[in-house]
């Protein structure tokens, strides 16, 4: 008789239920996947224009010859020669309550009207002209016009050859002379006042060959 064969011990294989939980288990503590987003590119940032700004009120307004300094804030354009030219300025609006300088600094010569919006110095004249300084204006300089409406800051002494007026925001430091002086309830003047005589302009005379020759 032949000897018996030992049986090989089958282990049982795990139950396909403890899998699933074993791996249930197993995604409960699998970190959480962050949503997806879409994500829009970001444009890039602007550029200013740098001849693109708002522009501050002209300092004066008028017809006038000027020599002195310029101090600029803003943009040029034009041309300047030897023979002439054109230049434009435009000026930034200024920002803060910063002491004000003065826009113009040097002497001011004009034959018919000026007004002044802004902070001048230095000297104003005009045989026959007339000046009118806004309320908003500060003029530290000395005035020598024919006619002188003031409405603002002045600090400097005023020569009007006919007349002088004075608004009721007007601030004068300084002395006064002219032949005509109007003061309006408000204004300020710290100073001297001196009446002066109109003084009147004399006729041009002409040669006694162009008299002949109109005649002719």
Avoid: W
Avoid at 70 to 96: A, F, H, M, W
Wanted: hydrophobic residues 40%; positive net charge.
């Amino acid at each position: 008789m032949p000897p018996a064969k030992v049986a090989r011990k089958i282990e049982p294989s795990a139950h396909p239920i403890d899998r699933a939980v074993f791996s249930i288990q197993r995604s409960a503590f699998a970190p959480a996947k962050a949503p997806l987003h879409a994500v829009t590119p970001k444009s890039p940032p602007r550029r200013e224009n740098p001849f693109q700004f708002p522009v501050r009120t002209p300092v004066i307004i008028g017809e006038a010859t000027y020599c002195g300094l310029l101090p600029v804030d803003g943009c040029l354009s034009g041309q300047l020669n030897g023979e002439g030219g054109g230049l434009t300025i435009k000026q930034r609006t200024r920002k803060g309550t910063s002491a004000s300088r003065p826009e113009l600094d040097g002497e001011i010569c004009f034959k018919d009207m000026v007004r002044v919006n802004g902070h001048i110095a230095g000297r104003v004249c005009s045989e026959k002209g007339t000046l009118i300084v806004s309320e908003l204006a500060i003029v530290d300089a000395c005035i020598d016009v024919a006619i002188a409406v003031i409405n603002g800051t002045v600090n400097g002494d005023v020569i009007g050859r006919v007349r002088v007026e004075l608004g009721r925001c007007a601030v004068i430091n300084g002395n006064i002379s002219s032949p005509s002086l109007a003061i309006k309830l408000g204004a300020v003047f710290q100073g001297q006042c001196r009446m002066t005589q109109i003084t009147k302009v004399a006729p041009r005379r002409e040669s006694h060959e162009q008299q002949c020759f109109e005649f002719e």
